[in-house]
């Protein structure tokens, strides 16, 4: 069974054989070597605004970050809110791409919890993508530029709770599972959860929260 989210946040593949490839769809890969620059100009765009905040966010200090030369950023990043917009999609797409990656799991359950998993910064990697996001995120409010792209990627986050939920309700023992009253309620308690294990120590343990989401996951059966 495969659970496709339009709204493009997330491919989750929850029974069933592995991911198709892109190509297999037509689509020509990118060259790698864009890739692996593209990679590099985001993760330092991050470590500056994580470091120094938001207003240090600009193509000089990214680019000093990466190790490029400034005029070869500005082409690509004109304005500063061009490249505050490429740092927070950037959050959206590495997430998209961490749950393309996971197998199917033993079960629909194990699938779909495993997936809200991935959504938590449990990690170093997915701290620094939280916190990017909970800046820029702050800064989207009063940002024109940058609003739809956040409301994007909150809707994107709410499509994809739906859709696991709907893969949910296919176990049987999940069968009285009313997906419209519980998307909302599963999209805050990861929202919730983030928020909460990024701002813990980053040595602190996160097993409340995973513990949390699993404790929900287990309600909803007896619904």
């Given at each position: 069974?495969?659970?496709?989210?339009?709204?493009?946040?997330?491919?989750?593949?929850?029974?069933?054989n592995?991911?198709a490839?892109?190509?297999?769809?037509?689509?020509?890969?990118?060259?790698?070597?864009?890739?692996?620059?593209?990679?590099?100009?985001?993760?330092?765009?991050?470590?500056?605004?994580?470091?120094?905040?938001?207003?240090?966010?600009?193509?000089?200090?990214?680019?000093?970050?990466?190790?490029?030369?400034?005029?070869s950023?500005?082409?690509?990043?004109?304005?500063?809110?061009?490249?505050?917009?490429?740092?927070?999609?950037?959050?959206?797409?590495?997430?998209?791409?961490?749950?393309?990656?996971?197998?199917?799991?033993?079960?629909?359950?194990?699938?779909?919890?495993?997936?809200?998993?991935?959504?938590?910064?449990?990690?170093?990697?997915?701290?620094?993508?939280?916190?990017?996001?909970?800046?820029?995120?702050?800064?989207?409010?009063?940002?024109?530029?940058?609003?739809?792209?956040?409301?994007?990627?909150?809707?994107?986050?709410?499509?994809?709770c739906?859709?696991?939920?709907?893969?949910?309700?296919?176990?049987?023992?999940?069968?009285?599972?009313?997906?419209?009253?519980?998307?909302?309620?599963?999209?805050?308690?990861?929202?919730?959860?983030?928020?909460h294990?990024?701002?813990?120590?980053?040595?602190?343990?996160?097993?409340?929260?995973?513990?949390?989401l699993?404790?929900?996951?287990?309600?909803?059966?007896?619904?």
């Amino acid at each position: 069974m495969t659970v496709r989210i339009t709204a493009g946040l997330f491919l989750v593949r929850v029974c069933g054989n592995t991911l198709a490839q892109s190509c297999e769809n037509g689509e020509v890969p990118r060259s790698l070597d864009h890739d692996a620059r593209e990679t590099a100009v985001g993760e330092a765009a991050w470590r500056v605004l994580v470091r120094d905040g938001i207003t240090a966010l600009s193509v000089r200090n990214v680019a000093a970050e990466a190790g490029l030369a400034a005029s070869s950023l500005r082409y690509t990043f004109p304005t500063q809110a061009s490249l505050r917009v490429f740092a927070l999609e950037l959050v959206a797409r590495r997430a998209e791409a961490r749950i393309r990656a996971l197998p199917p799991g033993a079960t629909v359950r194990a699938s779909v919890e495993e997936r809200l998993r991935h959504l938590l910064p449990l990690d170093a990697e997915r701290r620094l993508e939280m916190e990017v996001f909970l800046v820029i995120g702050t800064v989207a409010l009063t940002d024109p530029a940058l609003r739809p792209v956040y409301d994007r990627a909150s809707e994107d986050l709410r499509a994809g709770c739906a859709d696991l939920l709907t893969a949910l309700a296919t176990d049987p023992a999940y069968a009285g599972l009313d997906v419209a009253a519980e998307t909302p309620r599963l999209h805050a308690l990861v929202d919730g959860l983030a928020l909460h294990l990024v701002y813990q120590g980053p040595r602190d343990p996160t097993g409340w929260a995973t513990d949390a989401l699993a404790r929900h996951l287990d309600s909803l059966a007896a619904v």
